[in-house]
């Protein structure tokens, strides 16, 4: 294969080929060579796309703005060119070539290391021959892998958003409430963690507790004395409010 | 010391009795024997408080608005007794006998056993005496014990329904969204378990993206058109906003 960019996604799917016996990285493509892994050999990285090679699957991890573009100058046709956009419909990509998506569904940071094994990919091609390819990677790639349609990923995308960027908010504003109080943030990390752990032995409804689930009015209106925050008090309400009538 | 209760809170410190060569359970106090562990001899189980024997430490690992009844039923005075309670004040304990706090931070459930080495104790006491026999305790019951006011308790006790409650209403919304489109929600587990992991090396602001982060207001409407619910439309629209006017 060939990867095409060098920003979060891109390394951490370049790490992910490191001893993979199953996958061949022909080339890389990247502006910058000090963005990428030491192990990457020096004569695999490309900075112009007219020295592409030839391979079984190009795979632009590039943003999403760049995608049309970089996959319309793509200097060959009839190639299995796949993103790895979490919103955007496959259709995005140039149709001179064969269309896919490789979308790998975690959240990827510069300093942390991540277990690729673990990593849900979600893929999808407009024709058997490359859904078959993608298979054939993913099942060797990693643990499990999904077929995730476009309009389905735009939906699963949302669905991160709460269970992602929400939920780091809500330990941002646990944080804020420590600290404005002389409390260690360090106390709450056990409970975040076992929160999350959580799923995996519970539906998230029947691991419910607490005074919205009992509706304790009497706590739960202590609760609003204390918190002084305006913005802190209306997501109380709110989410309250929402386990209250959803459970 | 003697463990007055037999619900989830009270089955897990007896667990965390178990083995623990610094603690002597002296007696544990249940109206049913058969919601205790296996192990705990049956000669030690008691269910009427005037046979309760000397002990250094009584624990009223009972429901809030059981403490102080119980504690005025204690037929004793001048001995240590502190309750497991996150929200109530430490003075709700008869004055007869010394009073004190050990409340463990974490979500405890039947079904799920736990490391209680892991579990932060928040602890309080009204005399030198007592508040040095705590932290003994908890110094050889856990890695990490917090001195926590009846008055920051509170406090902890609000941002702990934020990390957890909120939370996890948050992973429900998410299996809402995935299985009305037909998505496991298995997709999204290892997202979840990276998203607590995270705050283990970067502080919640940092570890944040997304568009709202980005304040990519394309991909906000986008969303604010794929959610057909209300009630998490806003949701999604509050945290959002509170993203946006906070990091």
Request: hydrophobic share 40%; with cysteine.
């Amino acid at each position: 294969m060939v990867i095409i960019g060098s920003g979060n996604v891109a390394n951490h799917l370049m790490m992910a080929c490191y001893n993979n016996p199953f996958i061949k990285l022909v080339q890389v493509f990247s502006r910058s060579k000090n963005q990428l892994p030491d192990w990457i050999p020096h004569a695999t990285i490309i900075d112009d796309l007219a020295q592409l090679k030839e391979a079984n699957l190009y795979i632009l991890a590039v943003s999403d703005n760049a995608i049309a573009e970089v996959s319309s100058k793509l200097p060959f046709t009839n190639r299995l060119v796949v993103h790895t956009s979490g919103t955007m419909p496959m259709t995005l990509l140039d149709a001179k070539n064969h269309r896919g998506v490789l979308y790998p569904l975690q959240t990827f940071s510069k300093t942390k290391n991540i277990d690729f094994k673990k990593v849900p990919l979600c893929i999808e091609a407009e024709n058997e021959a490359a859904l078959k390819l993608l298979q054939e990677l993913a099942s060797n790639w990693v643990d499990n892998y999904y077929l995730i349609s476009s309009e389905q990923r735009k939906v699963l995308h949302v669905a991160a958003v709460f269970v992602n960027n929400f939920v780091n908010h809500l330990y941002k504003i646990g944080k804020d409430i420590c600290e404005n109080n002389n409390i260690s943030f360090e106390i709450l990390k056990p409970l975040i963690m076992e929160t999350a752990d959580k799923i995996n032995y519970l539906s998230p409804i029947d691991a419910q507790t607490g005074p919205a689930k009992r509706e304790d009015t009497i706590t739960l209106n202590e609760h609003l004395k204390i918190i002084t925050n305006d913005n802190q008090k209306e997501i109380y309400k709110l989410l309250t409010q929402s386990i209250i009538n959803h459970g």
